[in-house]
């Protein structure tokens, strides 16, 4: 279960209207509907790399 976010209530509500302002990003970058690209991808988009075990160069 996630844990809730502890912060200014003016801070919650910023990054409300943020995540709200971004709402069609997805479908107007992309030009499919959200629910398609998270099909394809994970919905986190997240990589991580050991780069002791793999450098970068």
Request: with cysteine; glycine share 8%.
């Amino acid at each position: 279960m996630p844990q809730p976010v502890i912060a200014e209530t003016g801070k919650k509500m910023e990054g409300g209207k943020i995540h709200a302002s971004q709402e069609d990003y997805l479908q107007s970058a992309c030009f499919l509907p959200a629910w398609l690209v998270y099909l394809r991808r994970d919905p986190e988009f997240y990589h991580v790399r050991d780069l002791r075990a793999d450098p970068l160069g």
